[in-house]
């Protein structure tokens, strides 16, 4: 048969022998989010021999994107990312299960995206839809894996049951503002790989029946030559995975959108105020169209590749309350403030 073989290198390595390959192939993961993280790990599950993997993603492929979203080629330009990224797997691997779904994981949505899933793979370009991730695994003792790059910066950390949670680590979304994104520092090719690669090799194991490595944040910057393994505890005072409280999941935290009547417009209030000046917003726009400080406010037009060909213009207040014009879609919105302000 052609597929004789396929896993035979994997085999070799310990713990992945014998029974090891038919658990992955009876395994079920979600992908959540398939731009560049997500991109490279659906491709490392798939060749590994998960036998169902589920992708979701509400974007297009962009022309910037081709850079290091691996499974995307020039002819993908305009596709949803998902529908591209199942029709490259499933010419890798034609056996696999490649569910994919055009769309953003809310937190009306993603317990119909969790279900039947063994673990979960943040392929996620902002903080706030990890909190809610976060929420959703930790209440139902699913592993997840924490994954995130920018810049020359990678990170992975393996949330499972019993162990510490996102919130025991930062224990509230970032201030609007606080961290870049990939739109305003940057990120190379390979820091994604090496994120991707960190955060397959914490989620692979538990998939093949080895139990989970110690808690730890894996951190890897390459322009300072640092790999490191940061231990990390369970927070006793944490609200989430000791309170069993759920902030993200229940809408006491996060983003609120409001669609602004008759103006073609929606407000995105961000779950935590902003921390930057005009100065601050200035420079963190200027790679995502042109913009100009007003009274109290930065404002300006988004470049359209930035956000999937949409005329799209934003008004950003000091405290992160940001306006975009051209949409009455609360979900657009949402995903142009991720994108652009960073969180
Ligand atoms: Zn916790």
Known sequence: MLDAGRHDRQRLVAGFGGPAQDRLRQASVLVAGCGALGCTVADLVVRAGVGRVVIVDRDVVEPSNLQRQTLFAQADLGVPKALAARARLQTIDPSARIEAWVDSIERESIDDYLDGIDLVFDGFDAMEPRYLLNDACVRDGRPWVYCAAIATQARAMLVHAGGPCLRCVWPDAPPTGALGTCDSAGVLGSSIAIAAGASVSLGLPILAGMPPTVPALVSIDTAQGSWRSISVARDPACP??????????????????????????????PAVAAVLDQAGWLARLAPSGSFTAGEGLVRGTLDPSRCGGAALELTVFMDGRAIVHGTTDPAVAAAVCERVLGG
């Open 240 to 269: 989430c995975c000791v309170g069993r409280r759920f902030d993200w999941l229940e809408g006491a935290s996060g983003a609120a959108t409001a669609v602004l009547c008759g103006r073609h417009a929606v407000q995105v209030r």
